[in-house]
Each structure stands twice: as structure tokens, then as C-alpha cells.
């Protein structure tokens, strides 16, 4: 079982690469959805870590793939140009969910 990466950028792509994960860089939405599909063929790939802007580009397909594929695991992870997120997101989320200020 391995990593494999879609990424919108080669250097997210290099750096993972330097890790020894493989990957491939994709801007369009069909090649982000021809992508996921070649990962979820692969019976040798767990976790499929993609990048914020391409999760975007997608959200109903990969919702699709999440709820009802029990392989491979889709992360989100943060390009290097930080993420959309908020600043504090967590902090935001322990207010929201307990009511409590940190």
C-alpha cells in the first residue's frame, strides 16, 4: 500500500516526490476526475493526498468517491501557497462545537 499525490503544481509534486511519492500534476477538471480514477483502479494505492485547489475543482465527484469506495483514502492537504482556510480554523471549530473561546 502506498501514497500517491494529484497536485495542481510541480512543486508540491517534487517535494512529495523527495519523499518517494508519486504523483501527477493536473489543472482541469477532467484531468483531475481521470486521475482519481486511475489511483482508485490501483489496487497497490491507500491514500491519494491532493491539493485544496483541485478539491475544489471537484467536490461532488470526490464526495461521490469518499462515501461510497472503501479504497483509496482522499486527503486535502495545503499547496505552498498556504491554504483557504481561515486563520485559527481549529480555534473556530472548538467555539463552534463546545462554545468555548481559546
Do not use: W
Not at 516526490?17 to 477538471?29: A, F, N, P, S
Request: aromatic share 4%; net charge negative.
Amino acid at each position: 500500500m502506498r501514497f500517491y499525490l494529484i497536485s495542481d503544481n510541480v512543486d508540491t509534486q517534487i517535494g512529495m516526490r523527495l519523499t518517494g511519492i508519486d504523483g501527477v500534476v493536473v489543472h482541469e477538471k477532467d484531468e483531475v476526475i481521470s486521475a482519481l480514477n486511475d489511483a482508485c483502479a490501483d489496487e497497490d494505492i491507500a491514500v491519494v493526498l491532493m491539493t485544496e485547489k483541485l478539491v475544489s475543482l471537484c467536490p461532488d465527484h470526490i464526495f461521490d468517491l469518499k462515501l461510497n469506495c472503501r479504497r483509496p483514502l482522499i486527503v486535502e492537504i495545503p499547496d505552498r501557497h498556504g491554504n483557504g482556510r481561515a486563520k485559527d480554523s481549529i480555534m473556530g471549530y472548538i467555539h463552534d462545537a463546545i462554545g468555548l473561546k481559546l
